[in-house]
């Protein structure tokens, strides 16, 4: 039996030419598995184009995208999607669907027995520490941060080896905003997923990532394992990031 790859993602010489000019090129680095990997850098430096490539929404106009030990398909791009789970600014949730509907759709669609879903959910529902009886209620029901708990079991439910979050926390208080980052700080320790973090937060990213790759102006300025890239940055904008961090 194939063991797991130990990278979910590689990126080759990998470019994305937006508009008329390149977003990045020669974008040369290997994701790792099972750890959560925080992409952070200034505004405009291609953040979420990145996660675009990871998960087939944009291709790369020069080199290779990976994802999962696999190029990205031509046909059916859908269906490799859904080994794929999605976290995105505020909780995204579908207001006149009750949490459970939320949370168990693309199961659905994707014809899990009804027994299989029944035993995602209340396992994923007990993860987050939310109570079974929330199933039936609406989302407006719910607070910010249970919201937030019920949206990481909506991108979990197909039990994907990779999960992509775009400042997923970001619109939520600061109080609210901790404890669900501890929630999923010990969602991935139990689930082992992959993951990768878009954030603009430098405390986000180091709180809860192993793995830290900071994008600049056309490409990778710097990245490794989060401890030893921000104890030498090399990177001018992370350099002024912890200093900010050292002062305040």
């Known amino acids: 039996m194939a063991s797991d790859p130990i990278h979910c993602v590689e990126f080759e010489n ?3 030419y937006l508009g008329e000019a ?5 974008v040369d680095v290997n994701i790792p598995a099972a750890q959560v ?3 952070i850098g200034a505004s ?15 291709r790369p106009d020069e080199g290779d995208v990976r994802v999962l030990g696999e190029n990205i398909p031509n046909k059916s791009p859908h269906l490799f999607r859904r080994k794929i789970g999605y976290a995105v600014q505020g909780a995204g949730l579908f207001p006149h669907m009750t949490i459970e509907s939320n949370i168990t759709k693309l199961a659905k669609l994707g014809d899990w027995s009804s027994d299989r879903i029944r035993a995602r959910l209340d396992d994923l529902l007990d ?4 109570d079974a009886d929330m199933k039936g209620r609406y989302p407006h029901e719910l607070s910010g941060g249970q919201q937030h708990r019920v949206s990481l079991c909506r991108a979990l439910m197909l039990e994907p080896k990779l999960l992509l979050l ?3 926390f970001s619109a939520i208080d600061a109080i609210t905003r901790n404890e669900i980052q501890d929630a999923f700080i010990e969602l991935q320790r139990k689930l082992a997923f992959s993951a990768v973090l878009v954030t603009h937060d430098y405390r986000e990213a180091t709180k809860l990532a192993h793995y830290l790759l900071v ?3 056309h490409g990778i300025e710097q990245h490794g394992a989060l401890h030893d890239v921000i104890e030498r940055p090399t990177s001018l904008f992370l350099r002024e990031l912890v200093e900010t961090e050292a002062v305040a």
Do not use: M
């Open 14 to 16: 990998a470019g994305k």
């Open 44 to 58: 405009g430096s291609g953040k979420t184009t990145l996660l675009r490539l990871i998960n087939g929404l944009y």
């Open 215 to 217: 994008l600049g102006d």
């Open 37 to 39: 990997t925080a992409i």
């Open 127 to 130: 993860l987050t520490g939310l």
């Open 22 to 26: 390149w977003v990045f090129r020669g």
């Open 166 to 168: 775009d400042e997923p």
